[in-house]
């Protein structure tokens, strides 16, 4: 795999972008660097000093001819419409493309101010990168569609946060995903009255994300891209929800027409069932609560078609609007199934099935992660206290009607573990811990290979390993 670069957002021309430069760091030691990822994307050979040249100096990519660029985007934040908003701590440092030639952004976080950092420093702090990498490996282990996180360095600047202990460490993150083209990118354009520049983002949405679109003429193109987001952001939701996953916040900033989960700040994932559990301590009415989160994403879904009327009739809008709900259902009783491991049957069946679950977790408040790992593929759970009774009772009755998927996975030496990873706050907490108190890292390093163990475990790649192979199965 060599790299093969592609300038695909630049030439969108000005309107969409401002040109930055990265921060000059007084250090750059490096704490993550992906090697899978950059095998997959043609980077697996830059040496020690190429790396750092590049992800943390920011120097361009051999063939990349583009200055950094921060994003220009509006968004909706705890439903406020915030036109000030846009990349203020990151910026787009290259596009190249997969084995596949499907379009990957390199996108920073905490390279330095840019015109959209406001009052802040357009930094992020070592445990923000950390808790970056931890969510991001979770959820691709757990098969959800998310970004990856490519690099961290550390950068040796002391920041001053409200809520870290402060002074805290400095770092700097690139990522890795298909798209930077947030809902809020559309409403700016909008909200500009720029009609021309809301077509202009459909027709790239569409030419590199959905080009079976691109036969499409007029509004049934338009309504066409909305409906094909709002079935990706389904199938999204649907993979946090049955992952666990509380993302935080789900401001119109913060969701992509590929619909892939990224930017990951104060999210959680559940310890067990609660509905209401929510991951933000500023999300003072549990706007973003877990089981809210479908219903946030739809809203942001109807800002996005807000946008596309500028260029689309409302009725045939509307109608690609109610795609979403029934979508939605459907793509979280997959996940679900996908995650215990079985087969699907008609979707009555696997509703019941569904419901029987979530009754017994709301019931018992058995651990969430340890539920799916103990019942995965249909296997005899170990003796854990909470499974009995009748609730129990009645969903092991539905699980024993399923036919296990590839149960070859449960020899793998994931499942003879005792208990699984569990990415709760506290599992978090104790990694950064000895990062933050006496510089040892090696707690994070063994997380980080529990998780790499579970990702080889349940092996959920091969429904959707993430991006790069098969993400559209
Ligand atoms: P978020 O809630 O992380 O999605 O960020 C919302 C907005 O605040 C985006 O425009 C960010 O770029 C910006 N932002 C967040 N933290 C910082 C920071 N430390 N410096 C500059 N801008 C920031
Ligand atoms: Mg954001």
């Avoid at 990118?185 to 790239?204: C, G, H, I, S, T």
């Avoid at 296997?379 to 539905?398: C, L, M, N, S």
Wanted: proline fraction near 5%; aromatic fraction near 12%.
């Amino acid at each position: 795999m060599h790299l093969t670069l592609d300038p695909a957002y630049p030439a969108l021309g000005g309107d969409f972008f401002d040109t930055v430069d990265p921060a000059d760091f007084p250090k750059a030691q490096l704490r993550f660097w992906n090697t899978r990822w950059a095998q997959a994307v043609g980077l697996g050979d830059l040496t020690d000093a190429g790396r750092e040249a590049h992800f943390a100096r920011f120097e361009p990519l051999p063939g990349w001819h583009e200055p950094p660029l921060a994003l220009r985007y509006h968004g909706h934040q705890f439903r406020q419409y915030n036109p000030q908003i846009g990349d203020g701590r990151g910026f787009l440092f290259a596009q190249l493309r997969d084995g596949k030639n499907r379009l990957l952004d390199l996108g920073t976080k905490g390279s330095g101010q840019t015109p959209y950092s406001r009052t802040a420093d357009g930094r992020l702090t070592l445990k923000g990168a950390v808790r970056e990498i931890l969510a991001t490996e979770m959820l691709e282990a757990l098969g959800v569609y998310t970004s990856k996180t490519f690099a961290v360095f550390e950068t040796g600047e002391a920041l001053h946060r409200h809520d870290e202990p402060s002074p805290a460490r400095g770092a700097v993150l690139t990522r890795l995903q298909h798209s930077h083209l947030r809902f809020g990118m559309f409403q700016r354009a909008a909200y500009e009255q720029k009609p021309e520049n809301v077509a202009a983002l459909a027709d790239y949405a569409i030419t590199h994300f959905y080009p079976e679109l691109d036969a499409r003429e007029g509004e049934d193109r338009v309504a066409g891209l909305l409906e094909a987001i709002a079935r990706s952001s389904a199938r999204l939701t649907g993979e946090w929800m049955a992952a666990g996953f509380v993302h935080g916040v789900l401001n119109t900033d913060n969701l992509n027409v590929t619909g892939e989960s990224f930017d990951y700040g104060p999210w959680r994932f559940l310890p067990y069932y609660e509905p209401g559990f929510t991951a933000a301590y500023f999300d003072e009415t549990g706007l973003y609560a877990y089981a809210r989160q479908p219903e946030a994403v739809f809203w942001a879904l109807q800002q996005l078609a807000g946008a596309l009327s500028l260029i689309c009739g409302e009725e045939a809008l509307i109608a690609a609007l109610n795609a979403f709900p029934p979508a939605y259902r459907t793509e979280f009783q997959s996940a679900f199934l996908r995650r215990l491991g079985v087969e699907q049957q008609d979707a009555d069946s696997d509703e019941a099935l569904v419901r029987s679950a979530l009754t017994f977790l709301r019931e018992s408040q058995a651990p969430w992660e340890a539920f799916f790992f103990d019942h995965f593929c249909g296997r005899e759970p170990q003796e854990r206290d909470v499974y009995t009774g009748e609730v129990y009772q009645a969903f092991t009755d539905a699980l024993a009607d399923y036919d296990p998927v590839r149960p070859e996975r449960l020899d793998h030496a994931y499942f003879k573990r005792e208990t699984p990873v569990h990415m709760t706050i506290e599992t978090m907490e104790a990694a950064w811990a000895p990062v933050h108190e006496t510089d040892d890292w090696s707690a994070l390093h063994a997380l980080l290979d529990d998780i790499a163990e579970a990702r080889a475990g349940y092996d959920l790649g091969r429904d959707r390993t993430g991006f790069l192979t098969g993400d559209k199965a």
